[in-house]
């Protein structure tokens, strides 16, 4: 079974101060990994995924993600953050494999960027 | 273009009574999904729809829970007998391609609220 955990339930940073939401992951197979915006009731927004290749994944909004394998983590990361950040931030996880397109989400973090 | 659309966004029902929640997802996507995210979970999978494959029903949580997707393009999700345990967001999305890696597109979701 594939999991995902996103140890914080909350994130504070001043604005303008550099911005991390961690995710780790368990999956058997190769990890395809997902990073979503949720904004206050309005659906999910889609920020960036990691496939296969650079370890670093650019996306949507001056987001980007780092890969570590090794560490089984996908952490989010924007060097500067905006008051607009404001938002609830889920990881997701998928594999190779059968029932690949079932998406396994953790819990979410949110985020508040404190002006 | 339309992004995935759903309908009603808002639905108050009371204990006992059957619900229909409509999705529409985005022209040309062949695959659809539905989750549910429950106050302070992350999303919980319920169903999968690709092209006139049979559907994965796997995370329907009873037999309370049924869905179809008429002519591979529009799905409703209907539940019958609501318990106040069915409150929560529920969340269609959609794909071009079956499967990962593909990036899964959300809807502003429905609130379920049984009293």
């Known amino acids: 079974a594939q999991s995902v955990a996103q140890p914080e339930d909350q994130v504070n940073v001043a604005e303008g101060n550099p911005l991390t939401v961690k995710c780790t992951y368990s999956?058997?197979?190769?990890?395809?990994l997902f990073w979503y915006v949720q904004y206050p009731n309005r659906g999910l927004q889609f920020l960036l995924k990691y496939i296969t290749g650079d370890n670093l994944v650019k996306g949507s909004y001056g987001f980007e993600a780092e890969f570590n394998k090794s560490q089984t983590s996908f952490h989010l990361k924007k060097p500067s953050a905006l008051v607009s950040d404001s938002a609830l931030y889920f990881c997701?996880?998928?594999?190779?494999?059968?029932?690949?397109?079932?998406?396994?989400f953790g819990k979410g973090t949110k985020l508040s960027v404190i002006p | 273009g339309a992004g995935v659309s759903q309908s009603p966004s808002n639905k108050v029902t009371e204990k006992g009574k059957d619900v229909e929640l409509r999705c529409d997802p985005i022209s040309g996507h062949t695959a659809l999904y539905w989750y549910r995210q429950s106050l302070g979970q992350g999303l919980e999978f319920l169903i999968y729809?690709?092209?006139?494959?049979?559907?994965?029903k796997s995370g329907l949580p009873s037999d309370r829970f049924s869905a179809e997707r008429t002519g591979g393009s529009v799905s409703t999700l209907t539940i019958q007998r609501t318990q106040q345990e069915d409150s929560a967001v529920y969340l269609c999305?959609?794909?071009?391609?079956?499967?990962?890696?593909?990036?899964?597109?959300f809807g502003p979701g429905t609130r379920l609220t049984v009293l």
């Open positions: 997701a996880v998928s594999s190779t494999g059968a029932g690949s397109y079932q998406l396994t």
């Open positions: 729809f690709q092209g006139n494959s049979a559907p994965d």
């Open positions: 999956v058997s197979g190769n990890p395809y």
């Open positions: 999305a959609s794909s071009s391609l079956a499967g990962a890696p593909d990036t899964q597109y």
